[in-house]
């Protein structure tokens, strides 16, 4: 699965866009680009995920730029409650044999604290 | 709906005390996946079994020994536990099949110490 560099830590205005970048430079053209964050010590939640073209869905959208090397997830009106640890990951979708598993390479992500 | 469901929340054990961390999903998924997270890291997967009777090795399998019970069961277990095992430790579940599919659900975690 392809390495994937964030910021460490990012700040926004509660109300406000977030936006949080991530590169991964060594995609390969099957990877998928996959965004989760984790809200204190609780379980990492899904937010979304692409491969080539943009997403949004009811929490986020997925900006991923033509060249796949680098992408975007954007909070379009963040509030304190999207304080947390924001991963991104690239990988594979479907594992051998066509058998889909999700072995996730979770990194250091990004802290996006929210204030008021 | 209950998801993904770990027990114990909390352990404390004594170096070399045995134990057995159990999750259960009722989403019918075929993947489940066991991480360790250490204070201030990212998750590392231990193991993982792609589907009923399947399991593998992840990225930091020592120490552990895993059973895949049936479709919703999936167990972690420390035969003799160390200090460098204290942990929060996640399990999750994913279907499995299709081409776009990954996304994994977790569950709150288990938080064990290891004096």
């Known amino acids: 699965d392809a390495k994937t560099t964030q910021p460490p830590s990012m700040d926004c205005a509660e109300g406000r866009a977030a936006n949080l970048p991530c590169n991964h430079s060594t995609i390969s053209g099957n990877e998928y680009v996959y965004w989760y964050r984790q809200i204190h010590s609780q379980g990492p939640q899904y937010i979304i995920h692409?491969?080539?073209n943009n997403e949004t869905n009811e929490m986020a959208s997925l900006i991923i730029t033509e060249d796949r090397k680098s992408s975007t997830l954007i909070l379009p009106h963040a509030t304190l409650r999207d304080t947390a640890v924001y991963y991104c990951?690239?990988?594979?979708?479907?594992?051998?044999?066509?058998?889909?598993?999700?072995?996730?390479?979770f990194g250091q992500g990004t802290i996006l604290t929210v204030h008021p | 709906n209950a998801g993904v469901t770990q027990t114990p929340k909390f352990q404390v054990l004594k170096t070399g005390q045995s134990m057995t961390l159990q999750c259960a999903q009722d989403m019918n998924h075929n993947s489940m996946y066991w991480y360790r997270q250490d204070p201030g890291m990212g998750l590392r997967l231990i193991y993982y079994s792609a589907s009923e009777g399947t399991t593998d090795k992840g990225e930091v399998p020592n120490g552990y020994n895993v059973s895949r019970l049936n479709k919703r069961e999936f167990s972690l277990r420390l035969e003799s536990a160390a200090p460098s095992q204290t942990s929060v430790y996640f399990c999750?579940?994913?279907?499995?099949?299709?081409?776009?599919?990954?996304?994994?659900?977790f569950g709150e975690g288990s938080r064990l110490t290891v004096l």
């Open positions: 999750a579940s994913s279907r499995a099949g299709g081409s776009n599919t990954g996304e994994l659900f």
């Open positions: 990951i690239v990988r594979f979708p479907s594992g051998a044999g066509g058998t889909s598993y999700g072995k996730l390479t």
């Open positions: 692409g491969l080539k």
